[in-house]
């Protein structure tokens, strides 16, 4: 039998204590008449129904906050920590990093930045990989399968090198030139004042330190 929700718990007590008013009054006649009382086991008493359903509402609440709690825990500890990438990755990064005498930390935080180190994204403007490597740039850097993440790591890993050098060494005109090309660096003499270039260097700086 299907018991509606009953939203206040005064009038809950009222029906429960009225019901056992009517069971006794009930039992009370059957006595009286020799009434051979009948309770098939598929009914079930409505006291011990009512009282289930709403310790199942009561329950039911909680175990929506508790999920929430955990769910909102969960994400928060599966979120990748900044600066620190997944285990095969951060290897890649290590590996690459030192080919070409940059900072691991550094090259882990475009990779960050660019794609939470994910090998197979790719960008509505159709960059590629964990460095997010346009097409006509990984061909120049080598790169043959940019969906390869050891491949993509290490062209980004070339060009972020190359930027450096470019830029003597300035991190953060380097960082802004793999953003928005080192031609818009060199035109401004600094990061472009574009908000996605200066939003995305001030970000893989936070990472980076």
């Known amino acids: 039998m299907q018991i509606d929700n009953i939203s206040a718990v005064g009038s809950n007590d009222n029906l429960l204590s009225d019901m056992n008013k009517v ?11 020799n009434i051979k009382h009948f309770a098939p086991q598929n009914v079930v008493d409505f006291q011990q129904t009512l009282t289930k359903q709403l310790k199942n509402e009561t329950d039911g609440s909680e175990n929506i906050n508790t999920k929430k709690n955990i769910t909102g825990r969960a994400a928060n500890s599966s979120s990748t920590r900044e600066g620190s990438a997944p285990g ?70 070339k060009y972020l090198k ?14 802004a030139a793999y953003n928005a090309g080192p031609q818009a660096v060199k035109e401004y003499n600094g990061v472009p004042p574009y908000s996605e270039t200066q939003n995305y260097v001030n970000h893989v700086l936070d990472l980076y330190q």
């Open 23 to 33: 069971q006794q009054r009930i039992t009370q006649i059957e006595d009286r008449f």
């Open 88 to 157: 095969a990755i951060a290897d890649l990064i290590q590996k690459s990093a030192a080919k070409y005498g940059i900072d691991a930390r550094l090259l882990s935080a475009v990779a960050e930045a660019e794609s939470n180190y994910h090998p197979d994204a790719v960008s509505s403007a159709g960059a590629v990989g964990v460095m997010q490597l346009m097409p006509d740039t990984a061909a120049g850097l080598g790169v043959t399968d940019p969906y390869d993440a050891q491949q993509n790591i290490d062209g980004g890993a």
């Open 162 to 175: 190359e930027l450096l050098n470019d830029f003597g060494g300035n991190v953060r005109d380097a960082v």
